[in-house]
């Protein structure tokens, strides 16, 4: 059985492309600290998950990335770390 180069020509394409968008999606979710997801889910979940759509020739990421980037989870979530920050910051 032999895998058409255009197929393989996909697939390493999707992991280029998909490369800055997993590296800053992983990043973001890291961001966050632990004790601001309570209530909003596993973190370790979402970086599961981050990284099985890139293994998944790397287009998945780049649908999933864009779709934290844009989610109310993540709104939520750096209003969390704003408040955070603000609280700890007045002392």
């Known amino acids: 059985m032999e895998i058409p180069l255009a197929a393989i020509s996909i697939a390493i394409l999707g992991y280029l492309v998909a490369l800055p968008a997993f590296a800053w999606h992983r990043r973001d979710l890291l961001s966050f600290h ?46 969390e770390r704003s408040r955070f920050r603000d609280e700890r910051n007045r002392g």
């Open 34 to 79: 632990r004790p601001l997801w309570a209530g909003y889910g596993s973190r370790r979940a979402r970086l599961q998950g981050a990284a099985v759509c890139y293994a998944a020739f790397g287009w998945p990421e780049l649908f999933m990335a864009f779709g934290w980037r844009s989610s109310m989870t993540r709104r939520e979530l750096v209003g």
